[in-house]
Structures are given as C-alpha cells and as structure tokens.
C-alpha cells in the first residue's frame, strides 16, 4: 500500500473500492485488520501523543484519508492525489460487506439509546446481518466489555468511543479481541441515527 506523510504521519494512498478491496483480501489472509481514521486533528494530537503516535505507526494495518482537509494539506504540500475515504463512509461499506458475506458485527460505543438505534437502523436496512451485541461506550469496567466481545464472537467489531481514545482501546485490547477487523468510527453511530 502507498502511503504519504504529513507533519511526518502517515496515511494511505487508497479510494474507497481499494480500501474494501484490499481489507477482503488481507482477512482473507488471516490478518487481523485495525483501521484508523486519519484527519488534520488526529495528526496534530498525535505529534504530541506517543501513545498515539506509536498505534498509528506500528498498530494500524490502514490510515484512510477522512475528509478533506488532508485532501488539501496533500495539495498544498504537492504531495501525490490523497483520495477521501470517510470513515462513516467506510463504515458503511464494511456492514454491507458483512451483509453479503454473512459476517457478525459488534458495535460498541457512544450513548445507550445512540447504539440501540444504530442496530436498529441496520436491521432495518439489511434484515439479515448478524448483529451479535451492542455496548455503550460509558461502561467503566472494560475487562467485562472484552469478555461480552469474546463471547459474542463478532467477525468485525466498530468501536465509537471518539479519538484517541477508541484508537488506544483497541491497541489495548486488539490480541484479546477475536475479531477479523476492528475500526475506530468516532461519532459514525450519532451521525447514524442523528
Ligand atoms: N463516547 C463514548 N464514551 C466516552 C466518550 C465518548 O462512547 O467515554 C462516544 C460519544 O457518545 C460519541 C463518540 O464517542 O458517540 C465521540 O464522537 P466524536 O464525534 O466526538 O468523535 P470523533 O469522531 O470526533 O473522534
């Protein structure tokens, strides 16, 4: 994968169909997927974060480009064509492919009432996915969201608990997390059911 640097961070030279392509092929390979979300923000907190840093170096298996001021920042720094990859929009994608391919999905963060509605949203939109558990992402005690991940055994798990505290949640926990592809979407299940 072709990647570009900003302020020194990286982020992948992909468009939304490379993305899936290349997410398919890797976990048809056995390798675990982490997706993060690049964005001027997260770029700017992460120049500061170690923590941070160190996951979107080392951790993350794809940095897309969300929205358009990276888009930009790669114009203005003459830097090839950074295609716009949201993560909403990525999202998306992953739950239709799920659909297809009869995958299981976890959805964990955001309000209580906020990621009912999104599984209810999704079912109503693809009757058949397997949504195999939700949890609100104002739970305190995270051993015990782990072990209710574990046990509902999802395929892909969408974690919304905003940044960078989703992108460290999931560095923490990823080798305990029996999942094919796990991805931070930030404020993707308001934005779902706003
Ligand atoms: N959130 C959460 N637990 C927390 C703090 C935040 O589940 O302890 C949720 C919040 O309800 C919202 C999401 O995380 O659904 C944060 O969305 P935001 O748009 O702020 O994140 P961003 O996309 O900017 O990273």
Redesign the pocket.
């Known amino acids: 994968l072709r990647k570009v640097r900003i302020l020194g961070k990286p982020v992948n030279l992909v468009n939304m169909q490379q993305a899936v392509n290349y997410l398919r092929e890797q976990m048809k390979k056995g390798k675990k997927q982490f997706v993060i979300a690049q964005n001027p923000?997260k770029i700017m907190k992460s120049l500061q974060d170690e923590e941070l840093s160190s996951i979107i170096e080392k951790k993350a298996t794809l940095l897309i480009a969300d929205g358009v001021g990276l888009v930009v920042a790669g114009k203005i720094l003459d830097l090839p064509p950074i295609p716009r990859v949201t993560?909403v929009g990525l999202f998306e994608e992953m739950v239709k492919v799920a659909d297809q391919e009869g995958k299981k999905i976890f959805l964990y963060?955001?309000?209580p009432d906020?990621v009912q509605k999104a599984e209810e949203i999704l079912q109503q939109r693809y009757p058949n996915l397997h949504v195999v558990g939700t949890q609100?992402?104002?739970e305190k005690d995270h051993e015990k969201i782990v072990r209710k991940i574990q046990q509902a055994e999802p395929d892909y798990l969408f974690v919304?608990?905003?940044?960078p505290?989703?992108e460290k949640w999931i560095a923490k926990y990823l080798d305990q997390l029996p999942v094919q592809y796990v991805m931070g979407v930030?404020?993707?299940?308001?934005v779902l059911t706003g």
């Open positions: 923000e993560g963060g955001a309000a906020v609100d992402g104002y919304a608990l905003g940044s505290r989703q930030g404020g993707t299940f308001d």
